[in-house]
């Protein structure tokens, strides 16, 4: 079961996430739930958590390249 969670984000952020398409949408979200749940188990350093979710997203297909797109700034 998922809940949603409203998170504020600052206008360029909505819109970019407004843009996506369903499918990176879903992989965004499944990211940062991933790194929301593994933030809140303090028994685990921050650079384990950076690898935990950096294997998962790549393993769900979030690539390098679509994640620098998502992140960019332009």
């Known amino acids: 079961m998922s809940i949603s969670l409203t998170i504020p984000v600052d206008a360029k952020t909505a819109d970019a996430f407004a843009s996506l ?38 393993e769900k297909g979030l690539t390098p390249a679509i994640l620098e797109s998502l992140l960019d700034d332009e």
């Open 21 to 58: 398409s369903v499918q990176e949408k879903e992989k965004l979200t499944f990211f940062l739930s991933l790194q929301m749940k593994n933030s809140l188990n303090s028994d685990v350093s921050l650079l384990e958590i950076m690898d935990d979710i950096s294997k998962e997203a790549e």
